[in-house]
């Protein structure tokens, strides 16, 4: 499994041979916002070793769905560009946005997180060089979210959990090739 992200919601999922994107348009792509913009947009379904289901959240502008994807013995929950406080699935990687502006701030991302047992967690919409809008910034988050073991894989990571602490993983969105 490796994940990878792209622009500012974007996630591209690549599993034995087969990818999945939410967000980017890459791949067979799901959609999380409202209003769509391309991708799928079934509640649920399978595409090779991914298995997937849709619940709706607050969004900026409206519904959106987040998706609980099973693939590979783990659970990966994207949040989309969820803007409320909002009870969030179980899963073993939380996909969330930390940036703020329209969406959850880092403190209502990670009092959220909080609430459940996610090994790891990719915060989305997040200002880094490149991206135009005034989101926070990583270390806005790094500040906030504390206690948790942080890597910084560059463009692409290979899932690993450490059984003693929850990991924050700091992918670039910037770099997708």
Known sequence: MIIKRKGILGVILKYDG???????????????????????????GEYGPFKWKSVRAPGPRGPIKVHIIEVGGMTLVHTGGLSKRTELPEGDVLMIPMGGLWYLDAKEACGLIGQRKYRAIIPLAVWEPGVKAHF??????????????RVRPGCAWKPTFDPSKR???????????
């Open 136 to 149: 926070d910034t990583v270390n806005t988050i790094r500040e906030v979210c504390r206690g948790m073991r």
């Open 18 to 44: 087969f990818t999945l994107s939410i967000d980017s348009g890459v791949g067979r792509s799901l959609y999380s916002g409202s209003p769509p913009i391309g991708g799928v947009s079934e509640d649920e």
């Open 167 to 177: 990991t924050l993983v700091l992918l670039s969105a910037n770099c997708v090739r």
